[in-house]
């Protein structure tokens, strides 16, 4: 982000003073991902129901939209924290179709993350040549930073990120050089990664052959660490955010081009052999047609979606001018990118996906009439509507009017929110160039709440705004009509579109199919999952229904009575069976009618708890934070099938990693385990610990000589460690830990017994085996024949078995212990 644009980042701030919350600030990794967003159902004033916009907060430039494994992954350049910008965060959103959009934790944060968090791109390393992954995922990789490229990486399909190497710079500024927004991509031709990243050179910097002024650096590499740099394009056009992708001209791979577009969709087309791209165009076009100022813009900082399936190139792009009450900033629709041969040259075209057809609740055609000034000729006299797309056709031939067009939100009194005019005699649309076809004109509008987009002879002419249209009753008014004169309209459609808002989870993670519904209740998002609130009892059912199964999940009541896993529901919830943590010192199993059998134990408020539910035909049995033995083994025959949910009963509850048949922290310890500090939970990949100290979970098992093994990993922060001889509030214990300082360590409390150097990699699993005999205390890394650490330490001869997290958040998962 330039000086200038952040000037007039500060003049808009003086305009939303009333609105801004305060100021962001640095996160802390015992709480990333920040989920900072206040509860919405997206109908607030100008909200589009069908473009994306951040839940709340600033937005701006997209960053690194990608396809992984049937998920759409858009990022984007955030402050949660406040309606102007501030220091950035990567915001994150995602789509099964591109319409349906689903708000997702922070992606990158400010104190988490190093460096300055601003835009750059994102690829799927699925063939791992960066050696990052970890796991069954393939790494999902991010690059951002200004003067210097840094990378983050997930191993979880996005739902975390790591930084690469503690935020070393992987791409220097050289000299006095400014340079960002990378955006990265596959060069299957030369078997490479490529690189280019805007940068504004004076010509100072180390590495020759650069040229002063305005352009893009160009970088390859194999393993998406290490770059090499190649060459430079200058252009005293192209001010930041590049983009560069093939197209394939007029549909035919054999003429496939490349554009290279920046931040306000100027473009050329051209050359690019891997490592140099040319151009004989002597100035460049716009692909859009839209404001392209950074504060009242309305069309700003696109970039194209990385591994597509099916090979489209697909781009979304800012919308600054999108303002409301609780969010600034919004994106177009995703569209998609095209060359099309014209008698002027080759030149891009834009047109909506077709997915967006999906969210059409109706449709009205007309076909074959004249319009002319006089309202009995026009086919919407009648028509309300609110969000809704315009397609039409226009034949010019014998046409007199001088202008005709569509007045948007129209009222009685024949005003209007926007009107949308093709000048005949300019060969205007909208006021932008858009001469005839074979003398017929078509238009597509697409109106939404705050949003108005034009796309003029298949997508020759595209045009994004923002208009705060006026959705009240008696302002959804359509008109079709002409100035001086007729035109022949060959056919009409209008779509009444319905909202992509509402149909995912934004923070809880499960494997259930939704759309889930409530059954009384408040029911809202927080960064620690579903949270229900309700005097009563409260349901939130999935779509997913089973009748012998395996159905678990973390349960947690902040304050008030109960809180359950649902199983065997009917639709409202008015049969069914509940499992339940209730504060009042039990667990139960319970259905309408009847208490089926309960459990004593003590129940905290603002403790986590792990519930697991074992089905068997009439048999039903519980288990209790990872215990071996259920709690609960009863019979009842009531249902034996039904949706799967959860409860909230006269509090309110959280809920978490809600499974089935799937998941589960895997532990031969037969005990129940307890916290001692920190949350636990059990996400996909195992049991998890968040604290901001020292955080333990510890099981009833004691041993004094065993071998104790298990797979740990960092996500964030400082060590993860297992525990072991601890007494019940881990005020004496041993614990061997992985150190993201660079170390083993084997502890215990006030004395560091030994170490062993060695690089721990955030989200890398590690293998931990303990070996104790009386005083000696053996460690081993990685299933190294020879332990690591071998030490001698009297301190505790005898104690329970565990695992702790230190300063961040750690993954567990396969810790076993054999004893004897």
Same mark, same amino acid.
């Given at each position: 982000?330039?000086?200038?644009?952040?000037?007039?980042?500060? *003049?808009?701030?003086?305009?939303?003073?009333?609105?801004?919350?305060?100021?962001?600030?640095?996160?802390?990794?015992?709480?990333?991902?920040?989920?900072?967003?206040?509860?919405?159902?997206?109908?607030?004033?100008?909200?589009?129901?069908?473009?994306?916009?951040?839940?709340?907060?600033?937005?701006?430039?997209?960053?690194?939209?990608?396809?992984?494994?049937?998920?759409?992954?858009?990022?984007?350049?955030?402050?949660?924290?406040?309606?102007?910008?501030?220091?950035?965060?990567?915001?994150?959103?995602?789509?099964?179709?591109?319409?349906?959009?689903?708000?997702?934790?922070?992606?990158?944060?400010?104190?988490?993350?190093?460096?300055?968090?601003?835009?750059?791109?994102?690829?799927?390393?699925?063939?791992?040549?960066?050696?990052?992954?970890?796991?069954?995922?393939?790494?999902?990789?991010?690059?951002?930073?200004?003067?210097?490229?840094?990378?983050?990486?997930?191993?979880?399909?996005?739902?975390?990120?790591?930084?690469?190497?503690?935020?070393?710079?992987?791409?220097?500024?050289?000299?006095?050089?400014?340079?960002?927004?990378?955006?990265?991509?596959?060069?299957?031709?030369?078997?490479?990664?490529?690189?280019?990243?805007?940068?504004?050179?004076?010509?100072?910097?180390?590495?020759?052959?650069?040229?002063?002024?305005?352009?893009?650096?160009?970088?390859?590499?194999?393993?998406?660490?290490?770059?090499?740099?190649?060459?430079?394009?200058?252009?005293?056009?192209?001010?930041?955010?590049?983009?560069?992708?093939?197209?394939?001209?007029?549909?035919?791979?054999?003429?496939?081009?490349?554009?290279?577009?920046?931040?306000?969709?100027?473009?050329?087309?051209?050359?690019?052999?891997?490592?140099?791209?040319?151009?004989?165009?002597?100035?460049?076009?716009?692909?859009?047609?839209?404001?392209?100022?950074?504060?009242?813009?309305?069309?700003?900082?696109?970039?194209?979606?990385?591994?597509?399936?099916?090979?489209?190139?697909?781009?979304?792009?800012?919308?600054?001018?999108?303002?409301?009450?609780?969010?600034?900033?919004?994106?177009?629709?995703?569209?998609?990118?095209?060359?099309?041969?014209?008698?002027?040259?080759?030149?891009?075209?834009?047109?909506?996906?077709?997915?967006?057809?999906?969210?059409?609740?109706?449709?009205?055609?007309?076909?074959?009439?004249?319009?002319?000034?006089?309202?009995?000729?026009?086919?919407?006299?009648?028509?309300?509507?609110?969000?809704?797309?315009?397609?039409?056709?226009?034949?010019?031939?014998?046409?007199?009017?001088?202008?005709?067009?569509?007045? *948007?939100?129209?009222?009685?009194?024949?005003?209007?929110?926007?009107?949308?005019?093709?000048?005949?005699?300019?060969?205007?649309?909208?006021?932008?160039?858009?001469?005839?076809?074979?003398?017929?004109?078509?238009?597509?509008?697409?109106?939404?709440?705050?949003?108005?987009?034009?796309?003029?002879?298949?997508?020759?002419?595209?045009?994004?705004?923002?208009?705060?249209?006026?959705?009240?009753?008696?302002?959804?008014?359509?008109?079709?009509?002409?100035?001086?004169?007729?035109?022949?309209?060959?056919?009409?459609?209008?779509?009444?579109?319905?909202?992509?808002?509402?149909?995912?989870?934004?923070?809880?993670?499960?494997?259930?199919?939704?759309?889930?519904?409530?059954?009384?209740?408040?029911?809202?998002?927080?960064?620690?999952?579903?949270?229900?609130?309700?005097?009563?009892?409260?349901?939130?059912?999935?779509?997913?229904?089973?009748?012998?199964?395996?159905?678990?999940?973390?349960?947690?009541?902040?304050?008030?009575?109960?809180?359950?896993?649902?199983?065997?529901?009917?639709?409202?919830?008015?049969?069914?069976?509940?499992?339940?943590?209730?504060?009042?010192?039990?667990?139960?199993?319970?259905?309408?009618?009847?208490?089926?059998?309960?459990?004593?134990?003590?129940?905290?408020?603002?403790?986590?708890?792990?519930?697991?539910?074992?089905?068997?035909g009439s048999n039903i049995k519980v288990y209790l934070n990872n215990s071996a033995t259920p709690v609960i083994d009863a019979t009842d025959t009531a249902y034996?099938?039904?949706?799967?949910?959860?409860?909230?009963?006269?509090?309110?509850s959280e809920f978490q990693n809600v499974y089935l048949d799937t998941g589960g922290f895997r532990t031969n310890i037969p005990t129940g385990w307890q916290a001692?500090?920190?949350?636990?939970?059990?996400?996909?990949?195992?049991?998890?610990?968040?604290?901001?100290?020292?955080?333990?979970?510890?099981?009833?098992?004691?041993?004094?000589?065993?071998?104790?093994?298990?797979?740990?990993?960092?996500?964030?922060?400082?060590?993860?460690? *297992?525990?072991?001889?601890?007494?019940?509030?881990a005020t004496q214990h041993y614990s061997a830990n992985i150190d993201t300082n660079g170390l083993l360590k084997l502890w215990r409390p006030g004395h560091v017994?030994?170490?062993?150097?060695?690089?721990?990699?955030?989200?890398?699993?590690?293998?931990?085996?303990?070996?104790?005999?009386?005083?000696?205390?053996?460690?081993?890394?990685?299933?190294?024949?020879?332990?690591?650490?071998?030490?001698?330490?009297?301190?505790?001869?005898?104690?329970?078995?565990?695992?702790?997290?230190?300063?961040?958040?750690?993954?567990?998962?396969?810790?076993?212990?054999?004893?004897?």
């Open positions: 982000m330039s000086r200038i644009r952040k000037t007039l980042v500060v *003049l808009l701030a003086l305009t939303l003073t009333f609105l801004v919350p305060p100021s962001a600030s640095a996160g802390e990794t015992a709480d990333y991902p920040e989920f900072p967003y206040a509860p919405t159902d997206y109908t607030e004033p100008y909200r589009g129901q069908f473009h994306f916009s951040s839940r709340g907060g600033w937005m701006n430039d997209i960053n690194a939209p990608l396809y992984y494994k049937g998920e759409y992954h858009l990022f984007y350049q955030h402050n949660p924290h406040g309606l102007v910008w501030d220091e950035m965060h990567w915001g994150h959103a995602t789509s099964k179709d591109l319409v349906h959009w689903v708000q997702k934790p922070i992606a990158l944060e400010p104190g988490v993350h190093p460096g300055d968090l601003w835009s750059g791109a994102g690829v799927v390393d699925a063939r791992n040549t960066s050696g990052l992954r970890t796991g069954p995922e393939d790494p999902i990789v991010v690059f951002t930073g200004k003067n210097g490229v840094r990378i983050a990486y997930s191993n979880d399909a996005g739902r975390t990120f790591q930084s690469y190497n503690n935020g070393q710079v992987v791409v220097p500024a050289n000299g006095t050089t400014v340079n960002r927004d990378p955006k990265v991509f596959w060069h299957a031709p030369t078997n490479r990664w490529v690189m280019v990243i805007w940068s504004d050179n004076d010509g100072n910097g180390v590495e020759g052959n650069r040229q002063a002024g305005n352009g893009i650096d160009i970088y390859t590499s194999s393993d998406l660490l290490k770059w090499d740099f190649r060459d430079r394009f200058p252009a005293s056009w192209l001010y930041e955010c590049p983009d560069l992708y093939p197209l394939a001209v007029d549909g035919d791979p054999a003429n496939t081009k490349w554009v290279l577009n920046d931040a306000e969709g100027e473009y050329v087309v051209g050359e690019f052999n891997g490592t140099t791209f040319s151009t004989n165009w002597a100035a460049q076009e716009r692909m859009d047609k839209g404001r392209t100022t950074f504060d009242n813009g309305t069309f700003y900082a696109g970039l194209t979606f990385n591994h597509l399936p099916d090979g489209r190139v697909v781009q979304m792009a800012w919308m600054p001018a999108n303002r409301g009450s609780s969010w600034s900033g919004s994106a177009t629709v995703p569209a998609e990118l095209r060359l099309k041969t014209f008698p002027e040259g080759v030149r891009i075209t834009r047109n909506p996906v077709t997915e967006l057809s999906g969210l059409r609740t109706g449709t009205t055609s007309w076909t074959d009439r004249t319009i002319t000034s006089d309202p009995s000729t026009d086919p919407l006299t009648g028509v309300f509507a609110d969000t809704y797309e315009i397609e039409a056709e226009f034949d010019l031939a014998g046409a007199t009017a001088s202008r005709f067009g569509f007045a *948007l939100h129209a009222r009685s009194d024949g005003t209007s929110d926007r009107t949308v005019l093709y000048d005949r005699t300019d060969q205007t649309l909208y006021g932008a160039p858009l001469a005839p076809v074979a003398n017929r004109v078509t238009m597509r509008l697409l109106v939404d709440r705050g949003h108005l987009e034009i796309f003029g002879n298949g997508g020759k002419l595209s045009y994004s705004d923002n208009v705060n249209f006026d959705s009240s009753q008696g302002s959804q008014g359509v008109r079709l009509f002409t100035e001086s004169g007729s035109v022949r309209l060959v056919s009409l459609k209008l779509h009444r579109m319905g909202s992509g808002w509402g149909t995912g989870q934004s923070t809880l993670e499960s494997n259930l199919t939704g759309p889930w519904q409530a059954v009384n209740g408040t029911w809202t998002d927080t960064a620690a999952g579903k949270r229900g609130v309700h005097s009563g009892d409260a349901f939130y059912l999935s779509q997913s229904s089973a009748a012998d199964f395996t159905y678990q999940g973390d349960l947690k009541v902040v304050n008030g009575t109960a809180a359950a896993l649902t199983f065997r529901a009917n639709a409202d919830a008015t049969q069914h069976y509940s499992a339940n943590i209730d504060t009042n010192g039990l667990l139960k199993l319970w259905r309408p009618g009847r208490v089926i059998a309960t459990y004593p134990t003590t129940i905290t408020l603002g403790r986590t708890y792990h519930l697991k539910v074992v089905a068997a034996a099938s039904g949706r799967l949910g959860i409860n909230s009963f006269n509090s309110t001692v500090n920190g949350t636990w939970t059990d996400p996909a990949g195992g049991k998890r610990g968040v604290h901001s100290g020292d955080a333990f979970y510890l099981s009833g098992t004691t041993a004094a000589d065993f071998t104790y093994e298990g797979d740990l990993r960092v996500l964030n922060g400082t060590a993860a460690a *297992l525990t072991f001889r601890a007494n019940a509030d017994i030994a170490t062993y150097p060695t690089a721990i990699t955030l989200g890398r699993t590690y293998h931990l085996k303990v070996v104790a005999a009386g005083s000696n205390i053996k460690v081993y890394l990685n299933n190294s024949a020879t332990p690591v650490i071998d030490a001698t330490d009297t301190a505790y001869a005898s104690g329970r078995l565990g695992i702790n997290t230190f300063n961040g958040t750690s993954e567990f998962q396969d810790v076993n212990v054999f004893i004897g």
